[in-house]
């Protein structure tokens, strides 16, 4: 049995039942990887607070979809990645710029690219990006206050990835498809 247990509404620990009952209403089931942060009422419940903010920011869904795949992979966390491919595609980020990030590439399109390529540099730097890299971001038409919200996203995505590379939550059937596989270090 595994340490982490998938958790369903009725067998999660009474704090983090309200949690999944709203992502259940959100996504039409609890994913998994939620069913295993309910092991953590602390998890569960600061992770969603997180969540709703990062989805009220002045980014657009296609942003944070490209924000959320790209430190997916940058993280090297499969469950994620082949999740956030489904979302990113659903919410009209083209297959082919899903492509290029889930192969560590940057989008065509040139904002995406400039918020993928900040996500990566603030994972591969720990947050300590350049005024080069800042301004990079900035010059693709993004302003002070969005390099903070994409932090928000990170953070909130660091939780995802960290907690599927701990508990590897089981692949859902319908983001199969989209299944990726890490490289070898």
Do not use: C
């Amino acid at each position: 049995m595994s340490r982490y247990p998938a958790h369903t509404i009725d067998s999660a620990p009474e704090a983090s039942k309200p949690v999944l009952r709203q992502l259940q209403q959100a996504f039409g089931a609890v994913p998994n990887i939620a069913a295993a942060m309910a092991n953590s009422p602390v998890l569960i419940n600061g992770f969603i607070g997180l969540f709703e903010r990062v989805h009220a920011s002045s980014l657009t869904e296609p942003q944070i979809q490209t924000l959320l795949l790209t430190n997916a992979v940058t993280n090297a966390s499969e469950w994620p990645v082949a999740f956030h491919s489904a979302l990113a595609l659903q919410q009209g980020v083209s297959s082919a710029d899903v492509e290029a990030i889930r192969h560590g590439a940057l989008p065509a399109d040139a904002q995406l690219a400039a918020l993928s390529q900040l996500a990566r540099t603030l994972i591969e730097k720990r947050g300590r990006a350049s005024e080069a890299d800042k301004q990079h971001f900035l010059d693709a038409g993004f302003n002070a206050e969005q390099v903070l919200e994409v932090i928000a996203v990170v953070a909130a995505s660091t939780i995802t990835n960290y907690v599927s590379s701990v508990t590897e939550p089981a692949l859902e059937t319908p983001f199969q498809p989209f299944a990726w596989h890490a490289r070898a270090a």
